[in-house]
């Protein structure tokens, strides 16, 4: 079956920075499944049309569409069941809690950390519409959103502080080996990566660790990944 994944791009359309869409670039490696993708803009939302909403991200299979990284996770499980993202019904209800957690705590530090980075990444007509439709969401100017790095590094630390105690304990959040919860917790590090030079964690910090290993899964897929500045 021929996947097709429709992935946030910035002006370079190589860099693709959307913490959902690398979520699922994860999961499809760590299924063997390949994909072509397609960069779509903030303002190239015809590109998606036909999945019925204006998000991305969106899995185009030959004959099913699925929109939003969680249940495109749950659907290529039940699609193809080899190398799980999840092992049963309890890690389903355990990954869930983290893409949560993720989503309250960990993206808004980060978001506030490298938002006027990701802002210059955008293609011109991109950065009309992020810069309206976030100042109306935030009610505030990006630059009075943005917190400088140590601020932010301070608040993401913080946010940080159960994984720091898991993964003293163990390699990744699922344990010895990644999995789908351990992409959700990522999503925002590439996020950064693809956009920022700011360093998010301090180098003694085992999240530092675990990002590590993290970039280097499936050939380095994350650490090779084009970012829209010089690393
Ligand atoms: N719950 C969705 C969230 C997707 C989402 O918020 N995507 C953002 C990009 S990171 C988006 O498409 N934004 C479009 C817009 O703001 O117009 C998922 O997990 O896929």
Redesign the pocket.
Known sequence: MDLELFD?AGRDPAVR?????W??KLALAHKGLSATTEP?R?CD?DKIAFSGQ?????LRARDSVV??????ALWLDETYPQSPLFEGPQAIGLANFV?AWS?ASLTMPVFKTIILDLYNSLDPADRE??RS??EKRFGTTLEAFRVDPEQGRGEIARALAPMREALGAQDFLSGAAPSFADYCAFGPFM?ARSVSPIELLAQDDPVHGWRERMLDLYCGMGRNAPTSYSV
């Not at 204006?54 to 969106?58: A, H, K, M, N, S």
């Open positions: 946030l920075f959307s913490p959902y869409c979520r699922i779509v903030f939302k204006g998000l991305v991200q969106v929109s939003d990284s969680w249940r495109i893409r989503q519409y992020f439709s976030r996020w």
